[in-house]
Every structure is written in structure tokens, then in C-alpha cells.
């Protein structure tokens, strides 16, 4: 058996500091919060250095030492290519603006970067012998989730509000996820798996409540700090749901510091959410720890339509610590971004990464973001995942064909 050089200790309680065992199957700690998974930091540091991974692939499991994976035939791969970091040059000349780089993760298997999190938890549940899993999705995790499980031949539960993306319910369904609808949010199905527990047997893989996922998504801050040159931006702005992404990378940054591949400066962590669901800004504006559900929640941004995270307190913490801020915006101007970067940068984001180009320009505004500071965009997932507004023309091949006409268009 081909051994990972792991450098795991222990699992702690992200409220408590409670310690867990490793290499055993955990949900949430006993105080019901999310457990990280911790390293002996000096071992990895004497393991391995920066020109190591200048050999390896160009996958994020590049970064194997500090990911938990024992057994490397545990690993369940369909391609997790590094990503890339698009310059959106016109957009930056149009705002007078420091440099702003796109993270394109739509590249990533099954088109979003819910694969970083859900090909660490699958391998991982693979090693610790899960045979069956659910989760509560507003889509691209469930999706993520049907086609590493598949793989790896795990029986998997997907359960979706009735209004997630279509093309989300059938990629979930067709790589062979049994798929239910509910009359819902994501925090009911949510309840329909933790409730389902015990009957059904499965493990529940919801956001944040197994310690994996957060470790997968750890990667993004990994590799964006390798693509830099171990130099990270001055401000991230991250579409804020469950925050598995941005609680993952500050992770990485602490992890990257403690072993002295970077230094101490950090990203001012910008949290993204939409006005009809932004429990996280609203609490971030309180100045409270914890955020409130949000009622009524609703936005064409249905990857950040999150009335409840468990790891509400987490996401608050790295965004002040980081002198960051939360912020939301309208869905017009989420759609009006998404138009507007396809058209300037031929980039086709997703509505949540749409949403971090209209905080973007809201906030240098504001004067939130200054000019002279370098931003990276987030875009989760494939924008060909999303509806978009027809805007072609018909000809009739039966008729004379008038260029005129198609010239004016
Ligand atoms: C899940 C998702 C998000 C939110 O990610 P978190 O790390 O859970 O906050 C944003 N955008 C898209 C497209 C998503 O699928």
C-alpha cells in the first residue's frame, strides 16, 4: 500500500479547541460545530520545500502533504487541475483600479470548485470504509458529490430545493445520485438528512459538517498563493454561502505562514453575498459572532443562498481578522455583471462570481477598495450552468439572405 506522507495529529473543535482522533469517522464536534483538521506543521515544513512541487503534476493534489489523505489508492481523481488566474485587464483600465485577477474555478471536474471539497471528503470517506452518504445542496456540491461518489462506488442521497438550477438536478441525477426535490431551502434538506440519520445509515456531507470538505477548498489559497509566487493580494473577494472557500483559505494562509512560505501579510477577506440573503453582512454590521437565519431568503445566485451556516462564526472571524469586510448586492447588479464580463473579457462567470464583480465596482465607490489594491475575484463554477437571456437572431434559409440585416444585428 502506497503510503501519503500525512501529517495529520488530530481534529479540534473550531469553537472549543476540543481534541478529536484522527483516522475515525466524525461529524460535527459534541458542542455541534465543525471540526478542522490540524498537522504537526514542523514535520511538513522538514518534509517538504517549495521547489518539490515544481515536478509535480499540475492538480491540487500537488499539495498532498498537507491534506489528510493516508493512502494514495484512496484518492478518487477525474482531473483536478490547477485553475487558472485570468487578468481582467479592461475592466481594470475602464475602473482606474489596481490589478484584478479572475479564479476561474468553473475548469474544475463537474464545472465548480465544489469538487475541492468533495474529492477530499470522498477520499477521505473512502478510507474510513462510508458505504452510503447524503447532503442537503443548492447544486453544484450535490453534483460534485454524484460523480466522485460514483467513482468511488458510494451510494449517495442528494436532496435540492425545487428551484436549484435545472442543470444542476439532472448532472446530479444522471451521474447517479438517488435526487429528490423538496418544497424547500437548502436548510430544510438539510434537516431531511441529519433527521435521516439513524433510518438510512449515511453519512451526512453537508457543508461544514464533516472536517474534509473545508481541507479540499483549502487548496484554492494554497494554489493561488503558489501562482503569485507566495505574494497574496491585497483584498479576495469570495461569494460567500456556507464559507467552506473562504474559511479554507485563511486556513492555508495560517498554515503557509506558520511554515515560513509566506510572510505575514495577508488578503483583506471580502465576504459576498446577495440582498435577499446576506445573514453573514448583516452580522458582520452588528458586530455579532453569529448570524441570525435569514428569512425568506432569495437570489438567482442560488450557489450563495445559505439562510443558515453552521460555520457562521468561522467566516466572521477570518473577515475581521483579516481587516476584510461582508457586503451584499442586488441580483440586477449580478446580472448585469454577468453580461457585462462576458461581453468585456469574454469570461461567461457564474452569478456568484458575477457577484464579486459588482462588489468590486460597489465598493471602489465607496472607497471600501482602494485603487491601488490588487484584487482576486472568485468564480465558482461554469457559467454554462446558468440560464442566459437569448440574445440572437433568426435568418430563413429560404430566402434571399439579407446582409443588411445581418450586418445591423
Ligand atoms: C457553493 C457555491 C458558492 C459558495 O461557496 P461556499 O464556500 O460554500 O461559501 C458560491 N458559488 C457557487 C457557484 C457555489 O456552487
Redesign the pocket.
Known amino acids: 500500500m502506497q503510503q501519503f506522507p500525512t501529517f495529520v495529529t488530530h481534529l479540534e473543535c473550531s469553537l472549543t479547541g476540543k481534541h478529536y482522533p484522527a483516522d475515525q469517522l466524525h461529524g460535527l464536534s459534541e458542542s455541534g460545530k465543525p471540526l478542522l483538521v490540524r498537522y504537526d506543521l514542523e514535520a511538513l515544513h522538514k518534509a517538504v520545500v517549495k521547489q518539490d512541487l515544481i515536478s509535480r503534476l499540475p492538480e491540487f493534489w500537488r499539495y498532498r502533504e498537507f491534506l489528510p489523505v493516508r493512502h494514495s489508492e484512496n484518492v478518487v481523481r477525474l482531473g483536478e487541475l490547477m485553475t487558472p488566474l485570468l487578468p481582467a485587464s479592461k475592466t481594470q483600465q475602464q475602473l482606474g483600479c489596481g490589478e484584478i485577477l479572475i479564479k476561474d474555478e468553473g475548469r474544475l471536474p463537474t464545472g465548480?470548485f465544489?469538487a475541492r471539497g468533495l474529492a477530499l471528503a470522498v477520499s477521505m470517506a473512502k478510507e474510513l470504509g462510508v458505504s452510503r452518504m447524503a447532503m442537503p445542496t443548492n447544486?453544484?456540491?450535490g453534483a460534485a458529490l454524484a460523480a466522485y461518489c460514483s467513482r468511488a462506488e458510494i451510494e449517495t442521497y442528494v436532496f435540492c430545493p425545487e428551484d436549484t438550477p435545472r442543470v444542476n438536478i439532472q448532472e446530479i441525477a444522471f451521474q447517479g445520485a438517488k435526487t429528490f426535490l423538496a418544497n424547500g431551502l437548502i436548510n430544510d434538506c438539510g434537516r431531511v438528512v441529519g433527521e435521516g440519520k439513524q433510518e438510512m445509515g449515511w453519512f451526512d456531507v453537508s457543508?461544514l459538517k464533516e472536517p474534509y470538505r473545508i481541507e479540499g477548498?483549502k487548496t484554492m489559497g494554497l494554489e493561488l498563493a503558489e501562482q503569485l509566487d507566495w505574494i497574496l493580494p491585497d483584498v479576495i473577494l469570495y461569494?460567500?454561502?456556507?464559507?467552506?472557500?473562504?474559511i479554507g483559505m485563511w486556513k492555508a494562509f495560517s498554515e503557509l505562514e506558520a511554515i515560513g512560505w509566506i510572510d505575514s501579510r495577508r488578503p483583506r477577506m471580502v465576504a459576498v453575498q446577495a440582498e435577499g440573503c446576506a445573514p453573514i453582512v448583516k452580522a458582520w454590521e452588528a458586530g455579532e459572532r453569529h448570524a441570525e437565519p435569514w428569512q425568506g431568503a432569495h437570489t438567482i445566485a442560488a450557489?450563495?443562498r445559505v439562510p443558515a451556516a453552521v460555520g457562521d462564526f468561522l467566516i466572521l472571524d477570518a473577515v475581521r481578522e483579516s481587516g476584510g469586510f461582508a457586503v451584499m448586492v442586488s441580483d440586477e447588479a449580478i446580472m448585469a455583471e454577468h453580461r457585462e464580463c462576458a461581453r468585456t473579457e469574454g469570461i461567461l462567470l457564474?452569478p456568484?462570481g458575477a457577484a464579486t464583480m459588482a462588489a468590486l465596482k460597489q465598493e471602489l465607490a465607496t472607497g471600501r477598495i482602494r485603487a491601488d489594491e490588487s484584487v482576486v475575484l472568485f468564480n465558482?463554477?461554469t457559467g454554462l450552468k446558468y440560464p442566459m437571456a437569448s440574445e440572437h437572431h433568426r435568418i430563413d434559409l429560404g430566402k434571399q439572405i439579407d446582409y443588411k440585416f445581418i450586418q445591423q444585428a
Not at 461569494?239 to 473562504?246: E, Q, V, Y
Open positions: 465548480s465544489k447544486g453544484n456540491a457543508t477548498k461569494p460567500t454561502g456556507g464559507g467552506t472557500g473562504l450557489g450563495i457564474c456568484e465558482c463554477a
